[in-house]
């Protein structure tokens, strides 16, 4: 299975694994056994860590879903979810006048936090973008957002758009679905000036990773001042 490898390896794998996986439960039955992991380390020679990542990415699509206990299997169809709408929108939904300051805007290497989420090998570029929103002009949050520039050619020379989403739907790369994360903290002295609060304030940290389709087009960090920001979610259940 070498010769389906690149020559270098780097990073490239794990993809050649993902793949062959992918062409073998594709239009299987959702509750089908995938294949084992010990199994795909012998078929193709590489390490352990190399096949989770694989499994892990189609676990993330939605194609394959881990039982605890029992294995992995193909998934069943996701349910469809609220459409992903960015800060702006989300303001206005609030009845609030969204503002941006962008403080940062540079390509930079990805460390392995920002590669593994994006789906990239440490070191590759990364557009950088950190921005401080504003709602009715009082500081909201402060979000940093990571993407795949090789996704998106000329995005640091064409001008900071007005809203990333917009700009990603012009480039066909709309996030269709997402994986976020929140949890409670304290302002950081940094984060504390520039959301004009006390240092070691509540906040809320919100990690997004977000794809269209089956790309990695987005990774944000955002930082919500817990007394200005409220999130709200949708839940239901089958009828």
């Excluded at 995938?34 to 194609?63: C, I, K, N």
């Excluded at 919500?224 to 999130?231: G, H, K, P, S």
Aim: one cysteine or more.
């Amino acid at each position: 299975m070498e010769d389906v490898l690149a020559p270098d390896g780097r990073g490239l794998k794990h993809v050649a694994v993902r793949e062959y996986v992918r062409s073998l439960v594709t239009g299987s039955a959702p509750g089908s056994p995938a294949p084992s992991e010990r199994g795909l380390v012998h078929q193709f020679g590489v390490a352990r860590l190399t096949v989770r990542q694989a499994m892990d990415a189609l676990v993330v699509e939605g194609l394959l879903e881990r039982i605890p206990g029992r294995g992995t299997f193909v998934a069943r169809p996701r349910r469809a979810a609220s459409r992903i709408i960015g800060y702006t929108e989300e303001m206005s939904r609030r009845g609030l006048l969204a503002e941006s300051q962008t403080l940062l805007a540079r390509r930079e290497q990805a460390g392995p936090g920002v590669a593994r989420a994006l789906s990239l090998t440490e070191g590759d570029a990364v557009i950088h973008w950190r921005r401080l929103r504003r709602a009715d002009g009082t500081p909201m949050c402060l979000e940093d957002a990571y993407l795949n520039e090789v996704l998106l050619p000329g995005f640091l020379q064409s001008g900071m758009p007005t809203s990333l989403y917009d700009a990603l739907d012009g480039r066909g790369l709309r996030p269709t679905w997402a994986e976020d994360s929140i949890t409670a903290d304290r302002a950081t002295p940094e984060e504390a000036t520039l959301l004009e609060v006390d240092e070691g304030a509540p906040v809320l940290r919100h990690s997004r990773r977000a794809l269209a389709g089956d790309k990695v087009v987005e990774v944000s960090r955002t930082v919500y001042r817990a007394d200005r920001f409220t999130l709200w979610v949708q839940l239901g259940h089958d009828v």
